[in-house]
């Protein structure tokens, strides 16, 4: 079946443009993360939502990031006025549950560059 | 609050030759453990995870990590290594609670032939 989908691939905007990444999850997972992942690094906690509830906001870099998942199924990730240090990859997973035995389905990310 | 260092940023190895990727944690409670790759330009994908149970994990496509609550380690492990294992690994903890994973910063595993 499909896994989790992410668009677009790559984006570049210049500095202080909006931009929004979009997640579509894989059907019927309640679990729905987003995670940033810079050149070099681990992937870093976001955000978390379960069905349409945001349940942990808590790894938000700044009041710019703010991320949606109004149905329960396809999330929005925006960053408004969009900064250099904003460069990343940016991860959605989806799990089918809500504890940590339930296995995280990763996309392929979102690059964005900030010029 | 949880922690996972990886020592080593880059291992490079020949092919057919063993493997080992450290992997430390700390943690004030109760910890689920994982691997996971990531190949270039794409997400990542679960090698294998610790639960509860048997310290010795094994996962897919030959690797196996083994949980050491004494010296709070997870050490990713291949015996004989392909050209195809060339992909940066990322170790993670989670706590019991929902699944939101703490990264290590990856080791890149260069097989060469």
């Known amino acids: 079946g499909a896994g989790v989908s992410q668009s677009p691939r790559y984006k570049v905007a210049k500095r202080g443009q909006d931009v929004a990444l979009r997640c579509d999850p894989i059907s019927g997972h309640v679990s729905l993360f987003w995670y940033q992942q810079a050149l070099g690094q681990g992937p870093e906690f976001l955000t978390y939502?379960?069905?349409?509830?945001?349940?942990?906001k808590s790894g938000l870099p700044s009041d710019r990031f703010f991320a949606e998942r109004p149905e329960g199924s396809v999330s929005t990730l925006k960053i408004q006025r969009t900064q250099q240090e904003d460069s990343a990859v940016y991860l959605c997973a989806s799990s089918l549950g809500t504890s940590s035995n339930s296995p995280l389905h990763f996309g392929n990310g979102t690059r964005l560059t900030v010029t | 609050a949880q922690s996972v260092t990886q020592l080593d940023s880059q291992v490079p190895v020949f092919e057919e030759a063993p493997v080992e990727l450290r992997c430390n944690y700390s943690s004030s409670v109760s910890v689920y453990l994982f691997w996971y790759v990531q190949y270039p330009n794409q997400g990542l994908q679960l090698l294998l995870k610790y639960l509860s149970g048997s310290t010795l994990v094994k996962g897919i496509n030959g690797f196996e990590a083994e949980f050491n609550k004494s010296q709070t380690s997870f050490h990713l492990r291949k015996p004989s290594v392909h050209i195809s294992d060339t992909a940066e690994y990322f170790c993670a903890v989670s706590d019991s609670g929902y699944s939101t994973l703490t990264f290590g910063r990856g080791t890149m595993l260069l097989v060469s032939p």
């Open positions: 939502f379960q069905n349409e509830a945001q349940l942990d």
